[in-house]
């Protein structure tokens, strides 16, 4: 069974930076990144394939966030964060596919808390 472990959240002002890291316990074809706010939809935000090759970033976040991948580690170096990026942000593991959609990720990770907020 594939496990997910993230770190990384937590409290920051409005203009700051926090970078999220994503572990995974065996080698996985895909990892994205989705967040959910309260009383919101969970939305993908980013994916990179084990390649390296990322394949969208969420267009709110597009120049402000960046994924990055260390063999079975993914990172999301979020900068310049706005009180709209707080939310939980989850990281995902496809077999199969990079993708934003939900339902094409096998596993999930625990999620961690991002708030921004002055």
């Known amino acids: 069974q594939l496990t997910l472990v993230e770190s990384g959240g937590g409290l920051v002002q409005p203009g700051g930076s926090l970078r999220l890291s994503c572990a995974a316990s065996?080698?996985?074809?895909?990892i994205g990144w989705f967040r959910q706010a309260p009383g919101k939809e969970r939305e993908g935000v980013s994916c990179?394939?084990?390649?390296?090759?990322n394949l969208y970033y969420l267009s709110s976040v597009e120049g402000r966030f960046t994924i990055s991948r260390d063999k079975n580690t993914a990172y999301l170096d979020m900068n310049n964060l706005k009180p709209e990026d707080t939310a939980v942000y989850y990281c995902?593991?496809?077999?199969?596919?990079?993708?934003?959609?939900?339902?094409?990720?096998?596993?999930w990770g625990q999620g961690t808390q991002v708030t921004v907020s002055s």
């Open positions: 990179i394939r084990d390649n390296g090759q």
């Open positions: 065996s080698d996985v074809y895909a």
């Open positions: 995902a593991a496809g077999r199969t596919v990079c993708s934003p959609y939900v339902f094409t990720y096998d596993y």
